[in-house]
């Protein structure tokens, strides 16, 4: 080799050299300057598929869909009487007519009353016991139909895939007191949250509102809903 040649060859690697440790310090430099910029390694690590509930993620999943026909039972608590509380034991039937709609079949609560303080000081201090002018609830009955609000996914303790739907109530029944019974116009509100395609938890806050009197018997229902 001549010493031409040798000379181009050493020139080609010093220029090689500098470009490469110029290209360094311009994205050591360019970090620096953006610290919340992430590099392709990180954006590839924060995409990547990740195993949650026994799934592996690598795209986004459908909702399950449940089971045609669901029973229910759960607790609920009727606090807004001025002389009694109620304790509410419900049971239902739901049909599920579609993705939007369902069909509460049947909804019934049992009431269990128990006074407040009120009725017991004007026991105590005026020695008056009103019980014959308190129409207590015994129980309430009503059909109605659930139009689908929305629906969606979330994460438990960053391991376990939840769903959940919300749904808006409306629906007719009857309220049988003590001392007399009415028709009652249902509205209500449903939050569902799935564990899998049988098994959910439902929040159900209703407003029995009587016909005629337009008395509000509203409610809240924390029940657990079966599939099949």
């Given amino acids: 080799m001549t010493p031409k040649k040798i000379k181009l060859v050493g020139l080609s690697l010093a220029l090689l ?23 392709v390694d990180e954006e590839s690590d924060l995409y990547r598929a990740r ?9 986004v999943e459908s909702h399950p869909n ?10 609920g608590l009727y606090p807004f009487n001025g002389y009694y509380n109620a304790l509410l034991i419900n049971v239902t039937y739901l049909n599920r007519l579609s993705r939007k709609w369902q069909w509460e079949v049947v909804n019934f609560s049992y009431a269990y009353t128990f006074d407040k303080d009120l009725l017991t000081e004007l026991a105590d ?13 015994e129980f309430l009955a009503s059909t109605n139909l659930l139009r689908t609000l929305s629906y969606g996914k ?3 303790l960053d ?9 808006l109530v409306v ?8 001392q007399k019974s009415s028709g009652t116009a249902n509205f209500g509100f449903r939050v569902e949250v799935f564990t899998n395609d049988r098994f959910s938890w439902r929040l159900d806050v209703r407003d029995h509102m009587t ?18």
Avoid at 51 to 59: F, H, I, K, R, T
Avoid at 214 to 220: G, L, P, S, V
């Fill in 154 to 156: 979330f994460i438990v």
């Fill in 66 to 75: 449940p089971k045609n026909s669901a029973i229910g039972i759960g607790l």
């Fill in 125 to 137: 201090r005026f020695s008056v016991k009103p019980d014959r002018a308190i129409d207590r609830t």
């Fill in 17 to 39: 050299f500098c470009g490469t440790i110029t290209k360094s310090f311009g994205s050591a430099d360019s970090t620096a300057a953006n610290p919340g910029v992430k590099t």
């Fill in 159 to 167: 391991d376990h895939i939840r769903y959940f739907q919300t749904s």
């Fill in 211 to 228: 016909i005629g009197e337009f008395d509000h018997k509203a409610n809240f229902i924390l029940s657990t809903g079966y599939g099949f």
């Fill in 171 to 178: 629906g007719a029944g009857i309220l049988k007191g003590s």
């Fill in 51 to 59: 195993s949650l509930d026994g799934v592996s993620l690598e795209a």
